[in-house]
């Protein structure tokens, strides 16, 4: 008699046991699409501020401060301007020594 209670526990132990585990693999599932999506909008929010970028450099117009950060968004022809400026700053310091 015993030992029929033991295996029926046993029986009713892992017949819980497995359901808590279905449990964990569905939760498990929604978590990996959820990070999915957020890994997909992170790419897509990349994406769009690499096209802000690349606007920003080509059109004067689209030029100013960056509205994430709040700084001035540098575009190639002032990084290129600043550039000549300091070597030409350089070159006239080492013109007086």
């Known amino acids: 008699m ?4 033991q ?5 009713q132990k892992a ?6 585990a279905d449990e964990q693999t569905t939760i498990a ?4 699409l959820v ?3 957020q890994v997909a909008a992170s790419r ?7 096209r802000d970028f690349a606007v920003a450099d080509d059109d004067p117009s689209q030029r100013g401060d ?7 968004v540098l575009s190639s022809e002032k990084i ?18």
């Open 2 to 5: 015993t030992a029929r209670l």
């Open 7 to 11: 295996v029926s526990n046993l029986l």
């Open 15 to 20: 017949k819980q046991q497995s359901s808590i």
């Open 29 to 32: 599932k929604h978590d990996v």
């Open 35 to 37: 990070a999915q999506d």
């Open 44 to 50: 897509r929010s990349k994406r769009a501020r690499r």
């Open 66 to 72: 960056d509205p994430i950060t709040g700084k001035e």
């Open 80 to 97: 290129e301007r600043w550039v000549q400026q300091e070597l030409a700053v350089q070159g006239m310091q080492g013109e007086e020594t």
